[in-house]
């Protein structure tokens, strides 16, 4: 049985999306939120009276605690035993922005925040849950039953990234910390596609996604809507 993990999904993208897989497609969805599990459950749900409940597992992680992914990790295990199940679509999203202008505004507290957020929360989620991911003997849905499912035939990663990102299509500069971070996990999202080719072959694959502006809690983040490798 095919299960789908969004990381975070309290606000902003990660909440709209667990939404839209709730009411698109059959399979069950854990979302995440680094606080009040039970708060944000009731929020995604609200006005979904035709989505059963049972099909949403709100955990707890914070991506700058290794320790919280773990443990997520672990409960994903009990709740769906890899003997039976797979990671068929993992939307690992978490961002922030310190939009420095100059060399001058940077700070180091501020640096290895976006890194520790945009880039390493990432590879941390990566290191924990592409266990999950079918491998070369792992029995996929058939095609019908994908599109039964509301899933695409492959097994998808989809990392949080950002055109800003583009080393070749930066041509305003600034935005230090965020454009760096944003690279890393363009480098990141490669390497980690390179190695399932190698362990799951035509049935997995990583890519780090932009979908351009999108405006929420009065902050317009820059994020995703172009494939970028």
């Not at 709730?22 to 606080?35: D, E, F, G, N, S």
């Not at 997520?72 to 999203?93: G, N, R, V, W």
Request: glycine share 6%; with cysteine; net charge neutral.
């Amino acid at each position: 049985m095919a299960w789908s993990l969004v990381c975070p999904a309290s606000r902003g993208i990660g909440f709209q999306l667990t939404r839209h897989l709730l009411q698109t497609t059959k399979i069950p969805v854990i979302a995440t939120a680094r606080k009040d599990v039970t708060g944000v459950k009731k929020s995604i749900l609200e006005d979904l009276p035709d989505v059963d409940p049972e099909r949403l597992n709100v955990l707890e992680v914070d991506v700058t605690n290794e320790s919280t992914i773990i443990r997520a990790a672990e409960d994903a295990k009990t709740m769906f035993p890899p003997s039976s199940h797979h990671l068929h679509l993992a939307f690992s999203i978490p961002g922030i922005l310190y939009p420095e202008k100059s060399p001058s505004q940077l700070d180091h507290s501020h640096l290895t925040h976006t890194f520790a957020i945009n880039t390493i929360g990432p590879l941390l989620l990566a290191k924990h849950f592409t266990a999950f991911l079918p491998k070369k003997s792992t029995s996929l849905p058939s095609p019908s039953e994908c599109e039964d499912l509301g899933i695409p035939p492959q097994a998808v990663w989809l990392n949080m990234s950002a055109r800003v990102g583009s080393t070749s299509d930066n041509g305003l500069g600034g935005w230090y910390s965020y454009r760096a971070s944003k690279a890393g996990v363009n480098s990141v999202s490669k390497s980690l596609d390179l190695w399932l080719r190698g362990r799951s072959g035509e049935k997995a694959m990583a890519m780090a996604y932009h979908p351009g502006t999108v405006k929420y809690v009065d902050v317009l983040i820059w994020l995703f809507s172009m494939i970028l490798i």
